[in-house]
Structure formats: structure tokens, C-alpha cells
């Protein structure tokens, strides 16, 4: 048998897990994350995405209204959600994509504001 590896989450990555709550019922936003550590908010996404591909962390992600924010999943029914919360963005993500693939090129844009 082969021995498992342990990864060590890199300082900078667990400074933001350590802020995250556990349980959906108090998610903490982006823009908190972003004033407790100073990180930019597409810093913080990154941090992350990363702990979640890379590291094995648990992190749900909640976009209700009053209760965004992320949290340490807790339940099968928190992880549930987050994964239907993510297929959906994901899918709404790439039909933005294809309806820009379907525009003609029209050159420089100009946009009317």
C-alpha cells in the first residue's frame, strides 16, 4: 500500500478558512473577508477555489438573499446546495459565454452610456 501524502494548505490560504464559520445559518461575505485580511475580493475567491480544488476543504458558498457569503459545510444538505448553488452560476456562466460567441464581430465596441 502507498502511503497518502499530506498536503500543507499554504499561510496565506488558511488565514482565510480560519474566518470562515461553520453551518450555513452565518456565511461571511467576500467584502467581510476582504476587510479582515487585507486580500482583494478576486483574491479571496481564488484562496478559495483553491482550497476547495486543491486542499479537500469543505467550503459551501450561499448567494441568498441576506445569507451570501461562504461557511464550513456541515451537513450533506449544506453540500447539496453549494453544489446546485455552483451548477447553476456555472451554467447561467456559459450561456453568457455563447450568446457573446454568437455576436458578430463588430470591431471596437462603443459602448452607449
Do not use: C, W
Not at 23 to 39: A, E, K, M, Q, Y
Not at 47 to 63: C, D, H, L, M, R
Request: charged share 25%; glycine share 8%; aromatic share 4%.
Amino acid at each position: 500500500m502507498g502511503k497518502s501524502k499530506e498536503i500543507t494548505i499554504p499561510e496565506h490560504i488558511q488565514r482565510v478558512l480560519n474566518l470562515i464559520p461553520e453551518g450555513s445559518d452565518s456565511p461571511i461575505t467576500v467584502r467581510t473577508l476582504s476587510s479582515l485580511t487585507g486580500f482583494h475580493g478576486t483574491v479571496i475567491r481564488d484562496y478559495i477555489s483553491q482550497a476547495v480544488v486543491k486542499y479537500g476543504q469543505p467550503i459551501g458558498t450561499s448567494n441568498s438573499v441576506n445569507r451570501s457569503g461562504y461557511y464550513v459545510i456541515s451537513t450533506a444538505d449544506e453540500r447539496e446546495a453549494t453544489i446546485r448553488n455552483l451548477r447553476s452560476r456555472a451554467i447561467k456562466i456559459l450561456k453568457r459565454a455563447k450568446a457573446l460567441e454568437k455576436m458578430p464581430d463588430r470591431g471596437q465596441i462603443k459602448l452607449h452610456l
